[in-house]
């Protein structure tokens, strides 16, 4: 294809598609709207049952016409927002804002992330001046939680040999391969209790970490507050009787945490040391992450007293030290070759 790069038509579709909201899963509306841009320059389509757009224009002034090339981009995004944020993501576009050099957003993430593909894509589509073989623009959905998009979609009506896919973090760059990625799910046989006799509820909070995307700044050491909160937690069970009442933290499985809690009952002539333990630990964690911050709170008058008992309490707390967090090993070059487990969600 031969054209001059038209940044500002690309930036106007990527406004266009930031209004609509496109969260994995809840793909309709963006898929809407690539059906009505290809229904108005009559170009052929296909729309599945997932959600799935395929967009073929035919070539133009190209002197092979029997070659044809592939663009890919996916329709949603991650949908990640501040604590206090209010943002519906079902329901509300993106608010974006421009900052220096740079577009935001308010209180969420981007969306850059296939909206920039979705956006070049688009504006290749609608030129009428790119010389072109036939194009073949391929829209998948769920690309950032299971994937069923990719594997869903019926490409047997497709001719193209080669494919560019328009999923990459910077520009002006062609990458050959991709990193996999796998989600796992532990479930363990526990025990819950209901006596908390003479103890007292302690929240232990942990936020302030930076998180970051769950491949490209995997190597970025930012801290894992549920690792983070692991460590705690086995140092505590080893010298206090602890019983674990909940923990969670993270929100989306490709999304380095920022942040992670838990409550857990202890013995009340305890809290003190342990208090003062946490202190001691905290001025470790900082050392490491400046950022991070660590709470800890006596909870009073809760609606229900259940909680873990000892041996399950002990077997969650192994779990969650147990499974490997970031990068194994750096290549010569300082590339991450083997990413282990992340832990990005915890409920």
Known sequence: ??????????????????????????????????????????????????????????????????????????????????????????????????????????????????????????????????????????????????????KKIDLSMLHSKKMISLDNMNEEELWIGCASAKIFEYTIKGNIENNINDKSLLKIELRGFLGGHSGKDISKKRGNPIEEMGKILNILDKKYNILLKNIYGGRKVNVIPRECCCELYVEKKDIQKIKQDIKELKKRMQSNFESAEVLINELKDMESNMHFDSKTTKEIIKIINCIPNGVYYMDKYGNPLVRSVLIESLK
């Open 1 to 150: 294809m031969e054209s001059k790069y038209d940044i500002e038509n690309v930036l106007k579709y990527f406004y266009k598609i930031s209004e609509i909201p496109r969260m994995s899963g809840k793909e309709e509306k963006i898929a809407d709207y690539i059906v009505d841009f290809a229904k108005e320059r009559n170009f052929e389509y296909i729309r599945d049952e997932y959600n799935n757009v395929i967009i073929i224009k035919e070539a133009n002034k190209w002197e092979k016409k029997d070659e044809s090339i592939m663009l890919q981009s996916h329709l949603d995004m991650v949908c990640e927002k501040e604590e206090n944020s209010k943002h519906n993501f079902e329901t509300e576009g993106i608010d974006l804002y421009i900052e220096d050099d740079f577009i935001k957003a308010k209180g969420t993430t981007l969306g850059s992330d296939n909206g920039i593909g979705i956006a070049i894509i688009l504006s290749i589509l609608d030129s009428k001046t790119i010389k072109h073989p036939r194009i073949e623009a391929i829209f998948t959905v769920q690309e950032e939680t299971t994937m069923e998009g990719a």
